[in-house]
């Protein structure tokens, strides 16, 4: 298993950006695949974005071209850089890994856009 611990959610107006970071306690060049989800209240959780071992990102049909992902295999990290939020990207953001042995979510973060 691993430990994944997320940051940098917040409060931003519809327009703004932030970056979300999830450190995770074992080496990501370890893991097939790094991801973001999102879940809103009365709403399922979706994918985000994600990332595999050779660099390849897909994006749900909603952030693309608004959102980044990326991986910093020296720091352990995956970021989500997210731009020109909207209202409806207001949702708790998880991180996740999987591993052909074991599949992985941190505690969350917040993401709260006001219009």
């Known amino acids: 298993q691993v430990q994944l611990v997320e940051s940098g959610g917040g409060l931003v107006q519809a327009g703004g950006s932030l970056r979300l970071s999830c450190v995770a306690s074992i080496k990501i060049s370890s893991i097939n695949i790094m991801g973001w989800y999102r879940q809103a209240p009365g709403n399922q959780r979706e994918l985000v974005a994600a990332?595999?071992?050779?660099?390849?990102?897909t994006y749900a049909d909603s952030v693309k071209g608004r959102f980044t992902i990326s991986r910093d295999n020296a720091k352990n990290t995956v970021n989500l850089q997210m731009n020109s939020l909207k209202p409806e990207d207001t949702a708790s953001y998880y991180c996740n890994a999987k591993t052909p042995a074991f599949g992985s979510w941190g505690q969350g973060t917040q993401v709260t856009v006001s219009s």
């Open positions: 990332i595999v071992l050779g660099g390849s990102t």
